[in-house]
């Protein structure tokens, strides 16, 4: 079969290619490893990010996800070496199965996680990780044949040296690329489903300039065009249905009628309404019902703000759902509130929807209160305020970004910015699901010099769940509480402070560290025993 012509641009002296006479066939051979790489990634990134939605939010399943996806890659090029003919076709036919495979494989898991029951989560991981095995070796092929393509094609042009370097710089460029946008630009705008059929059309795209691009040496060119044609359709009728099969999926996730959903740079949020009332997700897990979480904001709230007795400045960390705000604000020696969250979004739905502006009681459009969207960790590094009440109210430790706000070093910054007489609170989630993770938290209280009282309150939709107040002083009982409240009394209070032996203290505990995070490693543990 002849070969598509180009013009001989290589210089009789060093064999090195001239830029300058580089060929259009030449290019888009280059141009296709940047789209490979980007699509590769796009894959890779796609499946840790849906293990970790979908199984919890985990550093262990990002990291076994990205491992069995580069032991596949590396199998798939190892393969490859049995590939000695038709090195065209193959890449051709290799393009279309990437992009269909894995264009689909996001749609496909919600799909397959919404119909399995919870009681087949191994049946689920089961065809997880034979995806990303799958895709992941078909993606250690491509490399390969697109350099053994150029290698015969422009021969008198490359040298090995000149041959690795291009197709490797293409290749980090790509995935640099995806790496960026992938966060802060795909997955916020386009969502996990319709990023990876975006990007599996990108794979059929290089399928269909390679049908174009070497036309005289294709033996089946009909076949060929009959499958990129087929693909082209298959992805671009997901694509149209995308969002009724993200809407289905979820709806069956949450098992009641979402009413918001969205992807911020730093989480999906989504907010469900049924018969028994509203709830919050993030990332897939479970952070209030309207139906208890009165329990849990007024146990959070009101043990170190009636014990402080006329808290007049109070920081609030995390809590951008304003619950916690609202019961602050029962307090008429309040004179200012500083409410730090990083999402920006979570700050800006519950100050604008009409059903959560109603279950916190507007509590985002006091003009006591003021909003600051950046990372806590950050700004009490900068801050020099102090102030009588600090409510850390954070999601829990469930990977190495959130740890580090449960770390002694954060605990030392809180020390820094708490009154003399003042009292922070911190949850420190269930110490009967995770009584490690909940202890260590205690923990490194301690071991910043400070004094921890541990308590505990029952919330129906979580269980038995852990708080730890701190301060310089022993807590002491408060002897008023503000009007109006439904759970927490001054006679409860003292049983709170009560645990059984079924959430005893354990031994043997660490001090959380940004250098080990053991909290982490506790809470993925205790809390994978349930899955």
């Not at 393509?149 to 370097?165: D, G, M, P, T």
């Not at 294709?218 to 671009?236: D, E, K, M, P, Q």
């Not at 990372?375 to 009440?389: N, Y």
């Amino acid at each position: 079969m002849s070969e598509p012509h180009i013009a001989d641009s290589t210089s009789p002296d060093d064999g090195a290619p001239d830029p300058a006479k580089t060929s259009l066939p030449e290019v888009l051979l280059l141009t296709s490893v940047f789209v490979i790489a980007a699509c590769g990634l796009v894959y890779e990134l796609a499946a840790g990010a849906l293990a970790s939605y979908l199984l919890g939010d985990s550093v262990l399943q990002f990291s076994t996800i990205i491992g069995a996806y580069l032991f596949a890659m590396g199998l798939g090029s190892w393969l490859s070496r049995y590939i000695d003919r038709q090195l065209v076709a193959h890449f051709l036919r290799l393009e279309l199965l990437v992009g269909v495979i894995g264009g689909l494989m996001p749609a496909a898991l919600f799909t397959a996680h919404s119909l399995l029951p919870p009681s087949q989560v191994g049946a689920f991981r089961i065809l997880l990780y034979g995806l990303v095995l799958l895709v992941g070796t078909l993606v250690g092929l491509e490399i390969p044949l697109v350099m053994r393509i150029l290698k015969r094609h422009f021969k008198q042009r490359y040298a090995l040296k000149e041959l690795v370097s291009q197709v490797l710089t293409f290749d980090y460029l790509g995935a640099l690329l995806v790496a960026v946008a992938f966060p802060l630009l795909l997955v916020p705008n386009l969502g996990l489903v319709r990023t990876g059929l975006f990007f599996g059309l990108l794979n059929v795209a290089v399928a269909v300039w390679a049908l174009w691009l070497f036309r005289p040496e294709l033996r089946a060119w009909r076949s060929h065009a009959l499958a990129c044609a087929g693909s082209v359709l298959v992805l671009t009728v997901a694509m149209a249905g995308a969002d009724r099969l993200s809407t289905w999926a979820e709806d069956r996730f949450y098992g009641e009628h979402i009413v918001f959903k969205e992807s911020s740079d730093y989480q999906r949020i989504v907010v469900t309404q049924g018969a028994a009332g509203t709830r919050l997700f993030l990332n897939g897990n479970l952070q209030f019902h309207s139906r208890d979480e009165y329990r849990y904001h007024e146990a959070l709230v009101h043990p170190a703000m009636a014990a402080q007795g006329a808290p007049r400045k109070v920081l609030v960390l995390g809590g951008g759902d304003g619950m916690a705000v609202r019961e602050i604000l029962r307090y008429p020696s309040v004179e200012q509130v500083t409410l730090v969250e990083l999402d920006p979004h979570m700050t800006r739905l519950f100050g604008t929807m009409p059903l959560l502006r109603q279950l916190n009681h507007d509590a985002l459009l006091s003009p006591k209160l003021k909003i600051i969207n950046t990372d806590a960790f950050g700004w009490l590094e900068t801050t020099d305020q102090t102030f009588d009440v600090i409510v850390i109210d954070f999601p829990d430790p469930s990977n190495f970004a959130l740890g580090k706000l449960y770390t002694a070093s954060f605990y030392k910054l809180v020390d820094q910015h708490l009154a003399a007489s003042g009292y922070a609170v911190i949850q420190a989630t269930s110490p009967l699901v995770a009584p490690r993770a909940y202890w260590t938290v205690v923990n490194t209280v301690e071991s910043v010099g400070l004094t921890a009282t541990p308590y505990h309150a029952h919330v129906p939709s979580f269980g038995e769940w852990g708080y730890v107040l701190a301060s310089r002083r022993p807590w002491s009982l408060p002897r008023q509480l503000p009007d109006g409240l439904r759970f927490l009394t001054i006679a409860g209070i003292p049983s709170l402070m009560n645990f059984p032996p079924d959430m005893a203290r354990p031994e043997g505990l660490e001090v959380n560290r940004l250098s080990n995070q053991v909290l982490v490693h506790e809470f993925e543990r205790e809390w994978g025993k349930l899955h």
